[in-house]
């Protein structure tokens, strides 16, 4: 290896020589650097495949969840340079977004309530890509919040949020969004079981009562937007479901999500318990008490037969199909699977399905092949509680494959049958060949990783070259900065045909960012502006104007380079104001931003854009308005005066 580095270190040395910038100075310049800085020629060698020069653009583009942010984090590889925070759950003042645009609020605060509460958070989780036949087609990105069950879509001609959809009967979920291969639905699973009513139902009636349910939200591509009466779910046992996938090539039409707490263990561990349930172990005792949970195995295409034939009942005004009728249809199956599992992810073919235990040191590869052909037979190992046929694990499987402590996620190559596997324990990431089950290769990290993402890793052609390990913690690898430390996500070379190697550190200061999904930058269609025919209180030059009706004022602005028109609004304590603004720039990346003095709301509007204000004058003064963005060199002088008179 190090002659390898000795050679294309004199490579470079070589190139400066016959560019004529010369030898003694530039090697003697360069190493001077290494020897004050400490640097190595492996840490070189990993600047070199990670700088991008001043103008060049990254090959991909990474779309991160941001936790408890609740946002997404786009970044680019190799250059892990931060471009973008998409707002979806959380006002971001930046952007405008849930600050007093009237779009923006009726998205944050109208559509993601949670049973009629206005929810403010969220816990993003899982970012999904749109697919057409399994392949990114970078149209719109998919994010669930775990927190309070919802699925947003955005649109990535702009990278706005455009719809929040509630989950009408879960009460919380962790396993979405996923979507099919040619995104006909977003899949979303439940996590902690719950009724799916809003009564009040006692845990003595858990295993009764208490449900998980897997939901595929109907999305009209045409329109952008998931279709909520088209939209059904499949009612699960009480089993706490996780991460989910759906099934592409010969996997098509199957959807999986696995499970924990197959025991149905209540807990009630901890003082302050009810006596009833007191001197119980704790649920990481109770629920992991078993060799084995359950991988769930639904067919959805007979799930959409049941619905478009009115086999369900409605729940919140939403249509779930019963476990009964499932398994009537053939279309609901159980598989075991190492215990506390997290993360079923299917390989580019579609025939192994990838299972990981975090208490097991092995990986679990199933075949879809054998699956369906016990299912054919009809040769089941038994069925559990609520009826549900149980295939057997060791006909079901392809194989298993010792890799480490704590596996949790997998990803794909682009070389056939090589996959890619988190240690949370071991904190490394194992290289394994999922078709011949062996172990090929470990490389560590800083520290324990949770989920990763290679370049288009699970679509049905993965292009390898880099992985992304998406690290819990960072102790020692940036400046302290106070108690908590930012998430770590560091860029591994996977090159076929070299071992792999730790390129960069990225520390991630923004919420605890879960998983990923790595796409080409190419495949981006975004807009340079907004086209005038998006909106229908779009205001025209020279159209400007102020019109009351009674106490009702309507405001038409424009602003454009560097002034408002008008600047000067004159109204009455106790006005109702509507506010609309067009920014008239056909420049591209000339925003304008809007706020007054005191009133709690800012707006950012791209070039082409318009936007909507709604408030009330309820105190007299003097408010100047002005523009917020630093948009040309009389950036300062872009202002107006909204005055109240008594």
Request: net charge neutral; aromatic share 10%.
């Amino acid at each position: 290896m190090f002659n390898k580095l000795k050679s294309a270190f004199k490579l470079v040395l070589f190139c400066m020589i016959a560019l004529g910038l010369g030898t003694d100075g530039f090697s003697q310049s360069l190493q001077e650097v290494m020897k004050e800085r400490g640097l190595s020629q492996q840490d070189l060698l990993a600047a070199a495949k990670t700088y991008t020069p001043s103008g060049k653009k990254d090959e991909y583009v990474v779309f991160s969840s941001g936790g408890q942010s609740g946002q997404v984090i786009v970044y680019g590889v190799p250059s892990m340079r931060i471009i973008k925070y998409i707002a979806v759950f959380t006002p971001e003042p930046w952007q405008g977004y849930g600050i007093g645009d009237e779009h923006t609020n009726n998205i944050l605060y109208e559509q993601g309530k949670v049973r009629g509460r206005t929810i403010t958070w969220g816990d993003t989780h899982h970012p999904a890509i749109s697919e057409t036949n399994g392949e990114y087609d970078g149209q719109y990105l998919f994010i669930n919040d775990k927190a309070n069950p919802r699925v947003a879509v955005i649109d990535l001609k702009t990278f706005t949020t455009t719809q929040i959809v509630p989950n009408p009967i879960m009460k919380s979920e962790h396993g979405a969004a996923f979507v099919t291969p040619n995104t006909e639905y977003v899949l979303e699973a439940s996590q902690y079981a719950a009724p799916f009513t809003n009564e009040y139902v006692p845990l003595e009636e858990f295993n009764e009562k208490y449900r998980g349910a897997m939901t595929f939200w109907k999305f009209d591509r045409k329109k952008g937007k998931i279709v909520a009466k088209d939209s059904f779910s499949v009612e699960l046992p009480p089993y706490w479901q996780d991460l989910s996938d759906s099934g592409k090539g010969m996997s098509a039409g199957w959807v999986f999500t696995n499970s924990f707490n197959s025991e149905r263990y209540i807990g009630g561990f901890g003082k302050g318990t009810s006596k009833k349930w007191s001197n119980r172990l704790p649920h990481e005792a109770g629920v992991s008490s078993k060799d084995t949970d359950y991988l769930h195995m639904i067919n959805m295409e007979t799930a959409k037969k049941l619905f478009q034939a009115g086999k369900f009942e409605m729940i919140n005004e939403h249509a779930v199909i019963s476990i009964k009728d499932m398994v009537a249809n053939d279309a609901l199956y159980l598989i075991p699977e190492p215990k506390s599992p997290h993360g079923v992810m299917i390989d580019p073919t579609g025939q192994y399905i990838t299972v990981s235990g975090k208490l097991d040191t092995h990986v679990s590869v199933y075949d879809i092949k054998k699956m369906t052909a016990l299912i054919k037979k009809k040769d089941f190992e038994d069925v559990d509680s609520y009826g549900i046929p149980i295939l057997s694990m060791t006909k079901s499987l392809h194989g298993q494959v010792e890799l480490g402590l704590g596996p949790l996620h997998t990803q794909y190559d682009s070389v056939k049958g090589i996959a890619y596997t988190s240690l949370y324990v071991d904190s490394a990431i194992a290289k394994w060949d999922f078709l011949n089950l062996k172990l090929l290769e470990k490389i560590p990290i800083n520290y324990n990783v949770g989920h990763l993402v290679s370049a288009e890793g699970d679509t049905t052609s993965p292009d390898g070259k880099y992985l992304v390990a998406l690290n819990k913690m960072s102790i020692d690898r940036f400046v302290q900065v106070g108690p908590l430390h930012p998430q770590n996500h560091q860029l591994i070379d996977i090159t076929p045909g070299r071992k792999m190697q730790l390129l960069y550190d990225m520390p991630l200061p923004l919420g605890e960012p879960h998983y990923a999904v790595m796409m080409k930058a190419d495949k981006l269609k975004t807009i340079k502006r907004y086209k005038k025919k998006w909106f229908k209180n779009r205001v025209k030059p020279g159209r400007e104007k102020v019109v009351r009706k009674g106490n009702q004022v309507t405001i038409y602005s424009t602003l454009i380079r560097s002034h408002f028109s008008p600047e000067v609004i004159e109204v009455k304590v106790g006005d109702e104001i509507t506010w609309h603004i067009t920014n008239l720039e056909r420049a591209q990346d000339e925003t304008h931003g809007f706020t007054i003095d005191q009133m709690n709301i800012h707006g950012s509007l791209e070039p082409g854009e318009t936007e909507t204000f709604k408030f009330k004058a309820d105190v007299e003064g003097v408010y100047p308005f002005y523009c917020t963005e630093f948009c040309s060199a009389l950036h300062l002088e872009m202002m107006g005066y909204f005055m109240v008179k008594p």
